[in-house]
């Protein structure tokens, strides 16, 4: 296998080449910087409505409102939503994913985030991580299912959406052995 090299021959390559290196390095250092260092008020207003669709989001799965829930996310047929089982595209699959896995109030459970991180990117895009847990019974017995999740935003003119939802379960502990 040979590779190749590319070579600035001329001034015009060169000068776009140079543009995109400058553009790379300013968004990566936008993206870098501490949120907390002196952020700007249009970047706290940001992040104060993205933290509100969270709440409405969280009250919303708590009340068993899944179509209420789902207002948070972009109504679109690009909307995706990955997990272990896959990658669900647009807003009725999510929609539909969501009814089948939590058919019920039970199912649901009470939903919790924490150790919730946003980051406000540009104007009109951002990221959030955080842990959820939900609190339920199932079969008598306490369930607990927790784990990550890595929601990308988008900001419309009707206000902010989840445009992806990348969302990952930790594995449920073994069950207690019997001694014998």
């Known amino acids: 296998m040979r590779l190749r090299t590319l070579s600035m021959k001329t001034p015009r390559l060169e000068g776009l080449f140079g543009l995109f290196i400058f553009m790379f390095l300013g968004t990566f250092a936008s993206a870098q910087s501490s949120p907390k260092a002196n952020p700007s008020p249009h970047v706290q207003d940001n992040v104060q409505a993205i933290k509100s669709v969270l709440a409405q989001q969280v009250a919303a799965w708590n009340r068993g409102d899944i179509p209420a829930f789902m207002d948070g996310y972009w109504k679109s047929d690009d909307l995706e939503f990955v997990n272990a089982a896959g990658i669900f595209q647009g807003w009725q699959d999510v929609l539909k994913r969501y009814q089948h896995s939590y058919p019920d109030r039970a199912a649901m459970g009470h939903l919790t985030f924490s150790g919730v991180e946003i980051r406000v990117l540009c104007p009109d895009a ?26 990308i935003f988008r900001k419309f003119p009707a206000g902010w959406k989840i445009i992806n939802d990348h969302t990952t379960e930790f594995p449920a502990p073994p069950p207690p052995k019997n001694p014998s």
């Not at 951002?126 to 784990?147: A, I, S, T, W």
């Open 126 to 151: 951002g990221f959030v991580v955080g842990h959820f847990r939900l609190d339920r019974e199932k079969d008598g017995q306490k369930d607990h299912p927790e784990g990550v999740f890595t929601l």
